[in-house]
């Protein structure tokens, strides 16, 4: 005997949008819905797709959206792109269902997947006819990417916004909204035959005999009949939510609803006492009546819901998107451990070992309490055994740490001809691409950003630095001198990883034309200090196989060994130099983990233990006037034995392209990412 619930899946494809996709070509994605025991595989069924833009052929509808039944996926309409930031408006909606066991079954997986072809190149007008007339997209098209997204407690209502986000060199992001709702309930023998009343009345008192008492009543009332009128009455309240909007914005005529009052049952008196027999078939009788009286009104909710997403996709889409950013800010705000200073800043600190064991535990306690996340979450940024946890000290010369939010910040799309400008410089022998993730992350949540991944310096990083930092100020003056005349760039911030954020400090004194629009700096494990010390042997020794077998200037700068006095190598003279003060907002940004870089050089701190008095000196020159500056230590969920784990170079990279710790950075410093 079996008792699940009859669950509608609506998922509500708004739009799609290009951050980074490196080929022009045509796109669609295909998602399924499943529950996963061990080996097995609980499909939900698509029943239905609604597609709120039908008509003519463009290039953004080239095929029509479509449902795959052998293997229970939805297949989004074909579009084209052919342009940087391109959005193509979907206003499709896929409605699946599946029965499940209500108390007992895993979380529902939802998964989508990027397919892609440029047609062999040919992508003119004569081809896509051909395609079109014989769309054999089983056979042309290559999946390019995918993205996996966990629904917990979504059996009794679900509703919200989710950027299914796609990475690397198809970086692009589809918009979505997730609704379930708990339909009806369906009661089966193991024989997969419809039940009687009798076998029912069974299943729900299976403990009792002829009669049922009170408190059985009163059990079976609220898991089936309680929980369905709280669904209903939770998708009837954003039904209603959403029509009032509308209507508000003048557009409530395109709809007429017909929801009725929510389901409520009134009294003071418990359920059972409302019943005058006890009988056990009787029972199931009435409760059995009152359920279907129930699932009739989630019923009339549920295709008002249907319709009010054929109607008002983007409303919807954008109501849910704001309570998302609010969670994911909240969420993200708990991962951080945070201690304000306010005074003169502190630079002989020290460490906290007891930080990396506070966040294995934090991170465990999640994992076991699988609390404190999204109800429908990205599992490669928010799954509880991939979370980076941060802890954050600030120092403020004076007043009070102002810390603002509005969720509005990552909604508005709206394009302004003020633009703030993120310089984004690549360490030691790296590349551009190596910022390309966090550039792709800086996109997706503000698209109105400029964003200069520096390239003036690959294959030059065994120089000196100071060459470096005139090459990296020339791209940035001829970046900006570039830009139309409609576009003022009034904000400007670099972040720098490794000896990135040395060559931005290095370029400073060439920008000083710009010093008024210098807003944030963030170094990402930058040596400001030098590293002179090394807390793994591999590294040290690496590093001076390097600069006699090179004949690095650069590492030679670095390990501050390119003078015979301390006192008059490069670094010392760049921190004498510090033109650190010219930003509102300082972010350094290291990790314990790493023994790539020393972690109190990426700090500008001295080790209590020993310090030595020109490293002292160069810490007191660059800290001095500086007005805010955040320190941040960043411990990753990185597995023990990994052969990049020996030498400290995965939190070392981490920090480029681990998506929980970016996803919190932007979150934790959203308003740096306005133009004013």
């Not at 269902?97 to 992508?123: H, K, R, V």
């Not at 390309?436 to 630095?465: A, Q």
């Not at 650069?554 to 760049?574: A, G, V």
Request: a neutral charge; one cysteine or more; glycine letters at 4%.
């Amino acid at each position: 005997m079996s008792n699940k619930g009859i669950i509608d899946i609506f998922i509500n494809v708004e739009s799609f949008r290009n951050i980074d996709l490196y080929y022009q070509g045509l796109y669609y994605i295909q998602i399924q819905a499943f529950q996963e025991n061990n080996t097995q595989k609980n499909f939900a069924v698509p029943i239905h797709v609604n597609n709120s833009i039908e008509g003519a052929f463009t290039f953004h509808s080239i095929l029509d959206p479509q449902i795959n039944y052998q293997n229970s996926s939805y297949l989004t309409k074909v579009f084209m792109i052919k342009y940087s930031d391109e959005i193509v408006k979907m206003n499709e909606t896929i409605i699946f269902q599946i029965e499940s066991y209500l108390y007992s079954n895993p979380d529902l997986t939802i998964e989508a997947e990027l397919f892609f072809t440029d047609l062999g190149g040919d992508l003119s007008p004569e081809s896509l006819a051909k395609f079109m007339n014989n769309p054999s997209t089983n056979t042309i098209f290559s999946k390019v990417g995918s993205s996996t997204f966990k629904c917990v407690d979504w059996k009794f209502g679900l509703n919200q916004f989710c950027p299914i986000v796609f990475h690397d060199t198809y970086a692009c992001v589809l918009y979505i909204t997730i609704h379930t709702i708990l339909l009806d309930y369906i009661f089966r023998t193991d024989s997969q035959e419809l039940s009687s009343t009798s076998q029912i009345s069974h299943s729900l008192f299976p403990l009792c005999g002829r009669y049922v008492q009170d408190e059985n009543i009163e059990r079976v009332f609220k898991d089936y009949i309680m929980n369905l009128a709280t669904c209903c009455n939770k998708i009837r309240r954003l039904v209603k939510r959403i029509l009032k909007n509308c209507k508000t914005l003048g557009q409530n005529g395109a709809i007429k609803h017909s929801l009725k009052p929510p389901i409520t049952f009134d009294g003071e008196l418990p359920i059972s006492k409302c019943f005058t027999i006890r009988n056990k078939k009787k029972v199931t009788r009435l409760l059995l009546n009152e359920k279907r009286e129930v699932a009739e009104r989630v019923a009339l909710v549920r295709n008002e819901l249907e319709r009010v997403l054929k109607c008002f996709s983007g409303e919807m889409s954008r109501y849910l998107e704001e309570k998302y950013h609010d969670k994911v800010r909240n969420l993200s705000m708990e991962h951080i451990y945070r201690e304000v200073q306010i005074g003169e800043l502190n630079i002989v600190s020290e460490a906290n070992h007891l930080q990396s064991r506070t966040a294995r535990a934090y991170r465990k306690s999640l994992y076991s309490a699988k609390k404190d996340t999204l109800e429908a979450y990205n599992v490669r940024i928010f799954a509880p055994e991939k979370l980076a946890i941060l802890f954050e000290e600030i120092n403020i010369k004076s007043g009070e740490l102002i810390d603002p939010w509005k969720a509005k910040w990552f909604c508005n799309t709206t394009v302004s001809s003020e633009r703030h400008l993120f310089v984004l410089v690549h360490g030691y022998m790296g590349s551009g691409y190596d910022m390309k993730t966090l550039k792709d992350v800086l996109i997706l949540y503000k698209p109105n950003l400029l964003v200069l991944i520096s390239e003036s310096n690959e294959k030059h990083t065994e120089g000196s630095i100071a060459d470096m930092g005139k090459r990296l100020a020339n791209e940035v003056i001829a970046f900006i001198h570039s830009l139309p005349e409609h576009v003022t760039v009034s904000r400007i911030s670099f972040i720098g990883h490794s000896l990135g954020g040395i060559i931005i400090r290095a370029a400073l004194p060439s920008l000083l034309e710009y010093k008024r629009l210098m807003y944030a700096y963030i170094s990402l494990a930058s040596p400001h200090l030098g590293c002179a010390q090394f807390s793994n042997i591999l590294v040290e020794a690496g590093l001076w196989v390097i600069s006699k077998i090179r004949n690095s200037v650069c590492i030679q700068q670095l390990t501050l060994k390119d003078c015979l006095s301390p006192r008059h190598c490069f670094l010392y003279d760049l921190a004498k130099t510090s033109k650190l003060q010219f930003f509102e907002k300082v972010i350094l940004v290291s990790s314990s983990q790493d023994s790539y870089v020393p972690f109190e050089s990426a700090r500008i701190e001295i080790g209590l233990e020993c310090p030595d008095t020109f490293q002292l000196e160069m810490a007191d020159f660059i800290a001095t006037n500086i007005r805010q500056l955040h320190r941040i230590n960043v411990d990753f969920p990185i597995k023990p034995g990994l052969i990049s784990d020996l030498h400290g170079r995965a939190a070392h990279i981490s920090l480029l392209d681990n998506q929980s710790f970016l996803n919190i950075l932007v979150y934790r410093f959203a308003d740096f990412l306005n133009a004013r």
